[in-house]
């Protein structure tokens, strides 16, 4: 088993930043992606950043050239770099690890809104 925890959510002005950060802890062998998801209210959960093993990052059109993922294997942590927010940028966070392949985990989610 994987558990994610999430940190660094809360309330911020349009245009400013925030970081995220999935700290990952127990069974950890073997996770390949990890990614960001959020979900809006009312709205389905949208994949907003992908990060491999090896470093190769993908992103979601509506957060490109703002967001930046990042990940320390050594602490076995992702990050999500939030710049520029926007308030349609409001939503919870979540944190998703793949493992082997087939096994998936999710965080509890963090909140992030993002005022006008």
């Known amino acids: 088993q994987v558990q994610l925890v999430e940190s660094g959510g809360g309330l911020v002005q349009a245009g400013g930043s925030l970081t995220l950060s999935c700290a990952a802890s127990?069974?950890?062998?073997?996770?390949?992606?990890m990614d960001w998801y959020r979900q809006a209210p009312g709205k389905q959960r949208e994949l907003v950043a992908t990060?491999?093993?090896?470093?190769?990052?993908s992103y979601a059109d509506s957060v490109k050239g703002r967001f930046t993922i990042s990940r320390d294997n050594a602490k076995n942590t992702a990050y999500l770099q939030m710049n520029s927010l926007k308030p349609e940028d409001t939503a919870v966070y979540y944190c998703?690890?793949?493992?082997?392949?087939?096994?998936?985990?999710w965080g509890q989610g963090t909140q992030v809104t993002v005022s006008s």
């Open positions: 998703h690890a793949e493992q082997y392949g087939w096994r998936h985990y």
């Open positions: 127990g069974s950890i062998f073997s996770i390949n992606a």
């Open positions: 990060i491999t093993s090896g470093g190769i990052t």
